[in-house]
């Protein structure tokens, strides 16, 4: 059974950073790319990157772009999400998410991916 669990989340000052951790089991893991979404409180569930699974194409939202950077160690069955200049409008809700095919082109919905964390909460505040 596909299980995705995050980690890393926390509290962060303005200007801080955080490398959240996505680690999977259950599933051939090299087949999926690999997103990243987040979800704040009163609004929709809001796509911020992907990563192919091979790992050599990487996409992002424009509203991260710069700050934030996705890996993936396929030794390891992780992704990670290193967010850096953190701003309190990043404050959210934190979700990996597995899609069953290898490319991110155009995968920027929920319904693109089809097994989910439970989410790692990020809340930046001074």
């Known amino acids: 059974q596909l299980q995705l669990v995050e980690s890393g989340g926390g509290l962060v000052q303005p200007g801080g950073s955080l490398r959240l951790s996505c680690a999977a089991s259950?599933?051939?893991?090299?087949?999926?790319?690999i997103g990243w979404f987040r979800q704040a409180p009163g609004k929709e569930r809001e796509w911020l990157s992907c990563?192919?699974?091979?790992?050599?194409?990487?996409t992002y939202a424009d509203s991260v772009k710069g700050r934030f950077t996705i890996s993936r160690d396929n030794a390891n069955n992780t992704v990670y999400l290193q967010m850096n200049s953190l701003k309190p409008e990043d404050t959210a809700i934190y979700y990996c998410?597995?899609?069953?095919?290898?490319?991110?082109?155009?995968?920027?919905?929920?319904?693109?991916?089809?097994?989910w964390g439970q989410g790692t909460q990020v809340t930046v505040s001074s």
């Open positions: 998410a597995a899609g069953d095919t290898s490319s991110c082109r155009f995968r920027v919905k929920p319904t693109d991916y089809g097994s």
């Open positions: 990563i192919s699974s091979s790992g050599s194409t990487t």
């Open positions: 259950g599933f051939t893991w090299d087949y999926y790319r």
